[in-house]
């Protein structure tokens, strides 16, 4: 499986982003996906994740009311449009998959990055005045 993302580049504060995430390889409609994030000399975080269906979506608290997920199985894609961004928002964003069961990306463990599978290459974000 390969994920690949895109979208990413150099906004301003309060600007918006659509970052998107392409799998080649297999179908992912039966796996969770999400995205994490990585800022200079910062650990990797956990951003968003949705079901397989986008029945159930999960963010993190830092990005909650601003950034939203989405999904389109029939394009194997998944998505997060950022608004209202900040410039602690920079980072290089990646796109993941799994097959994990929905009692799991619905608890704790879907934050960990070593619980995702397939990961995709990373695009980057700058958010800067």
């Known amino acids: 499986v390969q994920l690949q993302a895109s979208g990413g580049g150099l906004v301003q504060p309060g600007d918006s982003l659509r970052l998107s995430c392409a799998a080649s390889?297999?179908?992912?409609?039966?796996?969770?996906m999400g995205w994490f994030r990585q800022a200079p000399g910062m650990e990797r975080e956990f951003v968003s994740a949705?079901?397989?269906?986008?029945?159930?979506?999960v963010y993190a608290d830092s990005v909650k009311g601003r950034f939203t997920i989405s999904r389109h199985n029939a394009k194997n894609s998944v998505y997060l449009q950022m608004n209202s961004l900040k410039p602690e928002d920079t980072a290089i964003y990646y796109c993941?998959?799994?097959?994990?069961?929905?009692?799991?990306?619905?608890?704790?463990?879907?934050?960990?990055?070593?619980?995702?599978?397939?990961w995709g290459q990373g695009t980057q974000v700058t958010v800067s005045s």
């Open positions: 993941v998959a799994d097959s994990m069961i929905l009692s799991k990306l619905l608890s704790a463990d879907s934050r960990a990055p070593y619980e995702w599978n397939y």
């Open positions: 949705i079901s397989r269906n986008s029945g159930a979506t």
């Open positions: 390889g297999r179908t992912l409609s039966s796996h969770a």
